[in-house]
């Protein structure tokens, strides 16, 4: 896989994208990444990427112009994903779907916003970390590549760690870990997890994964009801 990723700050993947899994799947050849500079594809001394926005009002918007000439250069097949608080939510079913695609371009936005001609004509996909903003779509790039990179086979030593993790198999969250001393400050580990029962530890861990998930996230629950993964227990 190839994943492009396309922003004014090529320098802040290059650690993140050499360390843990990311990393690891680069050296074992089982990802590329390719870091493109925006202000590469400007033709103004200044190397300018953005103008005021038709109008008016507030900030900057950054033009189409680039973004249009950084994905025309590329090698590229897959979907191209526009990072912004106006996409729809990201979840573990994107990253599963684009995992198996032989590519994927990654576009990040800043300042004010990006001009709509961008998510609407070049980006196949507008997608979004939660309702929150950040400064750049670069700190969800990251995000979008960690997830999406984990997934490839034979990137994690333990492929069974990530069957168990949240979201893997349906919408529930994942329940609770404890590991050595079984007793640290008055707080034990449950005694069932040190049984060697495995047919009750796992009726334990998936009634704390329904416990949590209802608790923490009905609109997770809500959702894992109507699949059928899980009874209405209200």
Do not use: N
């Not at 994964?209 to 209200?234: H, M, N, Y």
Request: aromatic share 8%; proline share 8%.
């Amino acid at each position: 896989m190839k994943i492009h990723i396309v922003s004014i700050f090529p320098d802040f993947f290059r650690t993140p994208l050499d360390t843990s899994i990311p990393g690891r799947a680069a050296r074992a050849g089982l990802v590329e990444y390719e870091l493109v500079d925006l202000r590469d594809f400007t033709h103004d001394r200044h190397r300018t990427v953005d103008a005021l926005p038709y109008g008016g009002g507030a900030g900057m918007v950054m033009k189409p112009e680039p973004f249009y000439e950084a994905v025309e250069s590329l090698d590229r097949s897959g979907p191209v994903v526009l990072l912004s608080p106006r996409g729809r939510p990201f979840r573990h079913d994107d990253a599963v779907r684009l995992s198996v695609e032989p590519d994927l371009t990654l576009l990040c936005g800043h300042y004010k916003d990006v001009d709509e001609r961008v998510a609407r004509h070049l980006a196949t996909d507008e997608i979004s970390l939660g309702d929150f903003v950040l400064s750049g779509g670069e700190i969800a790039a990251l995000a979008v590549t960690d997830a999406v990179v984990r997934l490839l086979p034979g990137a994690m030593g333990d492929h069974e760690s990530a069957s168990t993790d949240s979201f893997y198999d349906g919408p529930l969250l994942s329940p609770p870990s404890w590991t050595r001393p079984p007793e640290y400050r008055g707080f034990s580990v449950p005694d069932v997890l040190r049984t060697g029962d495995h047919a009750r530890i796992d009726e334990f861990r998936e009634a704390e994964a329904r416990r949590i998930t209802r608790e923490r996230r009905p609109d997770l629950w809500a959702r894992a009801v109507e699949q059928g993964v899980v009874k209405d227990e209200s």
